[in-house]
């Protein structure tokens, strides 16, 4: 049984790939996913071993930069296991029984503080987390049921943006993504001690909200672990260097990737274009939209980060109210009204730019703001392009490439 998943994300799907597998008669294919730029998710269930050079071979028929994640089963003794490879990296995700093993110290003596520290990495994804992300922190060691309780990073995404989501897990080497039941959205979460530290360290004085409260939390439990519940070592001993708490980045918003990833949370780009009432003229405008809800979680205002963006974008915050009974549903809007906040935002994106489905959104939202270059003229293939842009951003986009996660940060 063939079947897509998620959109049809790229027309140029390699095909040939899935000659190949079914002319494999010991391969019985349950269920083969394709996606954008041949970004590919193959589920193959067997009922024997098989050798996976195999598999990477078969997988070359694919582009160099395609991010392969092949999930089998095979039978042995009666039983059956489950495993998860990523073929790119070579990282392999499996449950864990430990939250930290001896592998994990060898990947931590690995990990360099320093380059991790200045990568703009970290400030993509510290601006991703404070838009879309949560940092959860266990109120006690074990659970009622005396599990032993762990903290994670949780961020989530649409289910279109499930190629940003991989990419990133995939660059990591850390977590899991899941489908969150009900909702369109798949959640990244990383809950493992080596994924914690690392992003942590990559995180670590470079968010500029409140949610800096919540990492200094996590950090305090990162520095007083309790080693004789969770870490299981031959010895029992294990030394931690001390993770120091870093304040908030105060730094210029627009030297660095932060407001990039906060913007793949809660921004969008629009086209307003209408006919002036009996003239034969129209009226066209481009703009950028970003919100953030007046109140965070825990009762913070979100006005002091909003106002600063604005100023970068130099534009007015408004403070629009849903509900006036209802606090939390008030939120704080930004809008680029005019050539010179919009010609600083297009600046800043050609610096940093997004990843997720609302890089293709802004590219042909570009093609509008460009005609405005010097002046925009609504000759016909101008407003052509115009109402092209307008009927295909957004929820109406149908398309999806995703050949620019091939300049995806690394770190």
Same mark, same amino acid.
Request: hydrophobic letters at 40%.
């Given at each position: 049984n ?6 049809d994300w790229?027309?140029?799907?390699? *095909? ?18 394709q996606s +954008? ?10 009922n024997? *071993?098989?050798?996976l050079l195999?598999i ?15 999930? !089998?089963? !095979? ?14 990296k070579g990282v ?7 939250? &930290? ?6 990947i ?10 200045s ?20 109120? %006690?060691?074990? %659970? ?16 279109k943006?499930?190629?940003? +989501? ?5 660059e990591?080497?850390?977590? !899991? &993504? ?10 990244? &979460? ?23 409260? =919540?990492?200094? #939390?996590?950090?305090? *439990? ?7 519940n ?19 980045d105060?730094?210029?918003?627009? %030297?660095? +990737? ?7 949370a809660?921004s969008? !780009? ?28 825990w ?12 100023? +970068? ?14 606090? =939390? ?5 930004i ?24 890089y ?6 570009s #093609? ?14 101008n407003i052509? &392009? ?15 490439? *995703? ?9």
């Open positions: 063939l079947k897509k998943i998620l959109a790229n027309h140029t799907i390699c *095909w040939k790939l899935l000659i190949y597998l079914v002319l494999i008669k010991i391969l019985i294919i349950k269920e083969l996913r +954008a730029g041949n970004l590919q998710t193959l589920q193959v269930c067997i024997k *071993w098989i050798d195999t990477k071979n078969l997988l070359e028929i694919l582009r160099d930069y395609t991010y392969e994640f092949i999930c !089998f089963f !095979f039978k042995k003794e009666k039983e059956y296991k489950k495993e998860m490879i990523l073929i790119n392999e995700l499996e449950e864990n029984s430990k939250f &930290i093993g001896e592998k994990d110290l060898e931590l003596n690995e990990i360099d503080k320093e380059k991790l520290s990568n703009q990495l970290g400030y993509y994804l510290a601006g991703l987390i404070e838009g879309n992300g949560s940092i959860i922190i266990p109120t %006690s060691i074990r %659970s009622k049921k005396k599990v032993l309780n762990y903290p994670s990073i949780q961020i989530v995404f649409n289910n943006d499930y190629p940003l +989501a991989y990419s990133i897990m995939n990591l080497g850390v977590g !899991f &993504i899941v489908s969150k039941k009900g909702t369109n959205t798949y959640v990244y &979460i990383i809950n493992t001690y080596v994924g914690i530290i690392k992003v942590v360290n990559l995180i670590n004085g470079k968010l500029r909200t409140n949610k800096n409260k =919540r990492l200094w #939390l996590l950090i305090d *439990w990162l520095n007083n672990i309790d080693l004789d969770y870490i299981l070592l031959k010895n029992g001993k294990l030394l931690l260097q001390k993770i120091i708490k870093k304040e908030v105060r730094s210029d918003i627009l %030297s660095n +990737a932060w407001l990039s990833g906060i913007l793949e809660d969008n !780009f629009y086209v307003a274009h209408r006919k002036i009432k009996d003239t034969s003229d129209y009226n066209t405008s481009v703009y950028m939209r970003f919100s953030q809800a007046k109140l965070n979680n009762g913070d205002d979100n006005k002091e980060i909003m106002e600063i963006i604005g100023k +970068a974008l130099n534009i007015k915050v408004k403070l629009v109210e849903r509900d006036k009974k209802v606090k =939390r549903s008030s939120e704080y809007n809008r680029t009204t005019n050539y010179k906040s919009n010609s600083i935002l297009v600046n800043y994106l050609s610096n940093y730019p997004l990843f997720s489905s609302k293709l959104d802004y590219k042909d939202w #093609l509008v703001y460009n005609l405005y270059t010097p002046r925009l003229n609504h000759t016909p293939s052509k &392009i115009i109402k092209w842009v307008r009927e295909n951003i957004n929820d109406s986009r149908t398309y999806f490439n *995703w050949d620019h996660l091939k300049n995806f940060y690394t770190y």
